[in-house]
């Protein structure tokens, strides 16, 4: 059973541009969040899709948005990008209906933004 | 709004020494608490969670962690760390009313020495 996984692994933008980050749940999660993790820093929450949609969202702006498909995987989106931006991005599945209330994590998107 | 505050940034520790690991609460409402480890360029595992009930939890690697009310608390410990356990410790609560939404520490790097 493959668990989360998340793509690419790596990636180098220049400010101003925008980048598009990938993640595919845990088989039989329905429900995918975005974190941000500064160096250094716990990670930040972002928001979360659910059936497509966007259930919850944290303090960030409106450059960073998102997208779930029909299988359950999800895109990050972030424009004009900031220096700032860089960091590390996970994702996390979950499937809030067992109860367990247990998120998995992927490994991450290393950006970096020059 | 819930946060969460790791005291130590940094713990050094003999390798067969126990640790504890710090960790405390704000919360205007019930919380679910977890611990993660984070090992060098992965994600987030779980280590263990407190939901209800016991409260001394055990998870995996040999860690457990007390949920103390009255204190907020929620501490990490094991009674004999290995060179292996040297990673990022993570701390993270999550309201029982709604959402999935994890509001992280700023975490604890362990430090093993043999």
């Known amino acids: 059973d493959a668990g989360v996984t998340q793509s690419p692994t790596h990636l180098i933008k220049t400010r101003g541009q925008q980048v598009t980050l990938r993640c595919s749940p845990k088989?039989?999660?329905?429900?995918v969040s975005w974190y941000q993790q500064a160096l250094g820093q716990g990670p930040q929450f972002i928001f979360q899709?659910?059936?497509?949609?966007?259930?919850q969202r944290g303090n960030f702006p409106d450059r960073f948005s998102g997208h779930q498909f029909p299988n359950y995987s999800s895109e990050l989106n972030v424009n004009a990008l900031l220096l700032g931006d860089s960091a590390l991005y996970l994702c996390?599945?979950?499937?809030?209906?067992?109860?367990?209330?247990?998120?998995?994590f992927g490994p991450g998107t290393r950006l970096t933004v020059t | 709004a819930q946060s969460v505050t790791q005291l130590d940034s940094q713990v050094p520790v003999f390798e067969e020494a126990p640790v504890e690991l710090r960790c405390n609460y704000s919360s205007s409402v019930s919380v679910y608490l977890f611990w993660y480890v984070q090992y060098p360029n992965q994600g987030l595992q779980l280590l263990l969670k407190?939901?209800?009930?016991?409260?001394l939890v055990k998870g995996i690697n040999g860690f457990e962690a007390e949920f103390n009310k009255s204190q907020t608390s929620f501490h990490l410990r094991k009674p004999s760390v290995h060179i292996s356990d040297t990673a990022e410790y993570f701390c993270?609560?999550?309201?029982?009313?709604?959402?999935?939404?994890?509001?992280f520490g700023t975490g604890t790097r362990l430090a093993v020495r043999p």
């Open positions: 993270a609560v999550k309201k029982k009313s709604s959402g999935d939404k994890l509001t």
């Open positions: 996390a599945s979950s499937m809030p209906g067992q109860g367990t209330h247990e998120q998995y």
């Open positions: 899709y659910y059936e497509e949609e966007e259930r």
């Open positions: 088989s039989g999660h329905d429900t």
């Open positions: 407190y939901l209800s009930g016991s409260t």
